[in-house]
Nanobody, 112 residues
Framework: QVQLVESGGGLVQAGGSLRLSCVAS?????AGWYRQAPGKQREMVAV???????NYADSVKGRFTISKDNAKNVVYLQMNSLKPEDTAVFYC?????????WGQGTQVTVSS
């Protein structure tokens, strides 16, 4: 079973930045970050393929950047110019040789 540890969430003022990390116990192929705000469905924020191609939700394009460090088995989400509507629990989703796993979630709160 793949173990995932997320970190980096917190409280930040609008316009601020945060970097989320998701460390896996095994090598990462593809990965993504998703978020779920209160009363809303979980939505894709950003994804990265095994060769580093990326895709973003329209709402975060130009502000968020997903990346991964294959040597460290970690995927990052750099979030800049944060807005109150970015407030949500963020989850990493990782595809490895053992299958697909979800992180435990990390809270991101953006105050206005």
């Amino acid at each position: 079973q793949v173990q995932l540890v997320e970190s980096g969430g917190g409280l930040v003022q609008a316009g601020g930045s945060l970097r989320l990390s998701c460390v896996a116990s095994v090598g990462i192929n593809a990965a993504g970050w998703y978020r779920q705000a209160p009363g809303k469905q979980r939505e894709m924020v950003a994804v990265i393929t095994s060769v580093g191609n990326t895709n973003y939700a329209d709402s975060v394009k130009g502000r968020f950047t997903i990346s991964k460090d294959n040597a460290k088995n970690v995927v990052y989400l750099q979030m800049n110019s944060l807005k109150p509507e970015d407030t949500a629990v963020f989850y990493c989703n990782v595809k490895t040789a053992l299958g697909t796993s979800w992180g435990q979630g990390t809270q991101v709160t953006v105050s206005s």
